[in-house]
């Protein structure tokens, strides 16, 4: 059961250019790995979840290989017979608890996870993965994936094909689309056509002005722009961790009001609950200094992770890596006539223009070009100004809709970070079963109460909710 070895349906052993975005998260100054942690209904069999991992490992070739050096130092993946699965999946001596209530304690993964942040990277002679059973009662798991392996997205969608098959509940929620309505006429087509042209010039005269912001953002260092409470901190690394769960139908009630995505609450909530923190905590002469350079991860992948899921299931080659941009944006505390809605409206403002635009594409190609021209100095400049010009990071994740269940037991609990990640705070969010799963990463020196910051959320949301109830529905 320790050997994974490689299905009939899988390609032969392989070689494969690391990609430029591969390149940038393993600089040795970031070295970016994704940790995800499952909570489960039950304890963990480790067996169990070794069989259930050595069968996704099998799935995908990535997971099954190595870092090599090539010709003028470039980095290759290339493919192993068969990996010992025994070793990537570590599952330490359980500890005693007198007060096992039958759950996970959120503060205890939470400092394990942080813990794992920043015990140093993995070594590299064997797969950059790793599986680790967390003792205290082992009702979670935390997956150590390195980031250069591939996106969330890519990621999930793995996870969700090594889930059990049995389970006929499983599907992810708003991530399909929808297909093109049929031609009905030459003229309807020759209008499609002309419409098609104009979005294709208004999204290229909005990039322009994004694409220069964007290069003074990577390009240049500013001085004193992260955000600090009592002080500015250099390079803050993040040192604490929390976690909070949102009823989904909520922020749903709040974005249908506003004709909306969940994207623009979820954005809009994160600032409203900062804006109600640095009132409650920060003195007025720092409220007046304070200005959030935001950054919002975007997939850029045509199939999500739904159709990676299926494409997985079925043993079709899937193209794996990163796809990912980034959108800079500007993030107000401030809101309209003391009216919580304005944080969403405002965000929906932003981000629509954002998306009639090509920024994030423009931002994923320059990081790639940056990987392939420019040497490892200048690779960790731009690195470092990015990281250092940003002050909040914001990703949200499609997760599935329905319970799932992993080796045999069921998923009570879905969670995302990362290792390091530019701001000094940064937030991920993934769906899961009704609930929207928030990580709050960050500099204990910044944010020295993360937990005060995740009840100004939940409390920001219930105000947007009351409001938005109590407001007109605006017509789509």
């Given at each position: 059961?320790?050997?994974a070895?490689?299905?009939s349906?899988v390609?032969a052993?392989y070689?494969e250019?690391?990609?430029?975005s591969?390149?940038?998260?393993?600089?040795q100054?970031?070295d970016?790995?994704?940790l995800c942690?499952?909570?489960?209904?039950?304890?963990?069999d480790?067996?169990?979840?070794?069989?259930?991992?050595s069968?996704?490992v099998?799935i995908?070739?990535?997971?099954?290989?190595v870092l090599?050096?090539?010709?003028?130092?470039r980095?290759a993946?290339?493919?192993l017979?068969?990996?010992?699965?025994?070793?990537?999946?570590?599952?330490d001596?359980e500890e005693?608890d007198?007060?096992?209530?039958?759950?996970?304690?959120?503060?205890?993964?939470?400092?394990?996870?942080?813990?794992?942040a920043?015990?140093g990277?993995?070594?590299?002679d064997?797969p950059?993965w790793?599986?680790?059973?967390?003792?205290r009662r082992?009702?979670s798991v935390?997956?150590?994936?390195?980031?250069a392996l591939?996106?969330?997205?890519?990621?999930?969608?793995?996870?969700?094909a090594?889930?059990?098959?049995?389970?006929e509940l499983l599907?992810?929620?708003?991530?399909g689309q929808?297909?093109?309505k049929?031609?009905?006429s030459?003229?309807d087509g020759?209008?499609?056509?002309?419409a098609?042209?104009g979005r294709?010039?208004k999204a290229?005269c909005?990039t322009?002005?994004?694409a220069?912001?964007y290069?003074?953002?990577t390009m240049s260092?500013?001085?004193?722009?992260?955000?600090?409470i009592?002080g500015v901190?250099?390079?803050p690394f993040?040192?604490?961790l929390?976690?909070?769960?949102?009823?989904l139908?909520d922020?749903?009630?709040?974005?249908?009001?506003l004709?909306?995505t969940?994207?623009?609450?979820?954005?809009g909530v994160?600032?409203?609950?900062?804006?109600?923190?640095?009132?409650l905590?920060a003195?007025?002469?720092?409220q007046?200094?304070v200005?959030?350079s935001?950054?919002?991860?975007?997939?850029?992948?045509?199939?999500?992770?739904?159709d990676?899921?299926?494409?997985i299931?079925?043993g079709e080659?899937?193209k794996?890596?990163?796809r990912?941009g980034?959108?800079l944006l500007p993030i107000?505390l401030?809101g309209e006539n003391n009216?919580?809605l304005?944080?969403?409206?405002?965000?929906?403002?932003?981000?629509n223009r954002?998306k009639?635009?090509?920024?994030a594409?423009f931002?994923?190609?320059?990081?790639?070009?940056?990987g392939n021209y420019?040497d490892?100095?200048a690779?960790e400049?731009l690195?470092n100004n990015f990281?250092?010009?940003?002050?909040l990071?914001?990703?949200?994740?499609?997760?599935p809709?329905?319970?799932?269940?992993?080796a045999?037991n069921?998923?009570?609990?879905?969670?995302?970070?990362?290792?390091m990640?530019?701001?000094?705070?940064?937030v991920?969010?993934i769906s899961y079963?009704?609930?929207a799963?928030l990580q709050?990463l960050?500099?204990?020196?910044?944010i020295?109460?993360?937990?005060h910051?995740?009840l100004?959320i939940?409390?920001?949301l219930?105000?947007m909710?009351i409001?938005a109830?109590?407001a007109?529905?605006?017509?789509?």
């Amino acid at each position: 059961m320790g050997q994974a070895r490689r299905g009939s349906g899988v390609s032969a052993l392989y070689k494969e250019p690391v990609s430029p975005s591969g390149r940038l998260f393993l600089l040795q100054d970031w070295d970016l790995e994704i940790l995800c942690f499952l909570s489960f209904q039950k304890p963990v069999d480790v067996a169990a979840l070794k069989l259930a991992v050595s069968s996704s490992v099998v799935i995908c070739p990535r997971l099954r290989s190595v870092l090599v050096a090539k010709r003028r130092g470039r980095l290759a993946w290339e493919e192993l017979p068969e990996i010992d699965v025994d070793a990537h999946v570590v599952a330490d001596d359980e500890e005693e608890d007198e007060k096992d209530d039958g759950k996970e304690d959120e503060v205890y993964v939470n400092e394990y996870v942080v813990a794992l942040a920043s015990s140093g990277p993995m070594t590299r002679d064997a797969p950059l993965w790793r599986v680790h059973v967390l003792p205290r009662r082992r009702r979670s798991v935390v997956l150590r994936f390195h980031h250069a392996l591939g996106d969330c997205v890519s990621l999930l969608a793995l996870l969700l094909a090594g889930c059990d098959p049995a389970n006929e509940l499983l599907s992810l929620s708003g991530d399909g689309q929808t297909g093109r309505k049929r031609m009905t006429s030459i003229v309807d087509g020759a209008r499609r056509r002309v419409a098609s042209v104009g979005r294709t010039m208004k999204a290229v005269c909005r990039t322009f002005p994004y694409a220069v912001k964007y290069l003074t953002h990577t390009m240049s260092r500013k001085e004193n722009t992260t955000l600090s409470i009592g002080g500015v901190v250099d390079n803050p690394f993040p040192t604490k961790l929390s976690s909070l769960a949102l009823c989904l139908e909520d922020m749903k009630i709040v974005k249908n009001v506003l004709n909306a995505t969940i994207n623009d609450v979820f954005v809009g909530v994160v600032s409203f609950g900062l804006s109600k923190y640095l009132n409650l905590e920060a003195s007025k002469e720092t409220q007046k200094d304070v200005a959030i350079s935001g950054i919002v991860a975007v997939n850029l992948r045509r199939e999500g992770s739904k159709d990676l899921f299926g494409s997985i299931r079925r043993g079709e080659d899937i193209k794996w890596g990163n796809r990912v941009g980034y959108f800079l944006l500007p993030i107000s505390l401030q809101g309209e006539n003391n009216n919580p809605l304005s944080y969403v409206k405002k965000a929906r403002s932003m981000l629509n223009r954002k998306k009639t635009s090509y920024e994030a594409h423009f931002s994923y190609l320059s990081n790639a070009l940056a990987g392939n021209y420019f040497d490892q100095k200048a690779l960790e400049t731009l690195n470092n100004n990015f990281r250092s010009n940003s002050n909040l990071f914001l990703s949200n994740i499609v997760g599935p809709s329905h319970p799932i269940a992993f080796a045999n037991n069921l998923v009570t609990r879905i969670g995302v970070t990362l290792s390091m990640l530019p701001g000094a705070i940064d937030v991920h969010m993934i769906s899961y079963n009704g609930k929207a799963f928030l990580q709050i990463l960050v500099a204990e020196e910044v944010i020295p109460d993360p937990e005060h910051l995740c009840l100004c959320i939940q409390e920001g949301l219930q105000e947007m909710k009351i409001k938005a109830m109590n407001a007109k529905v605006i017509p789509a």
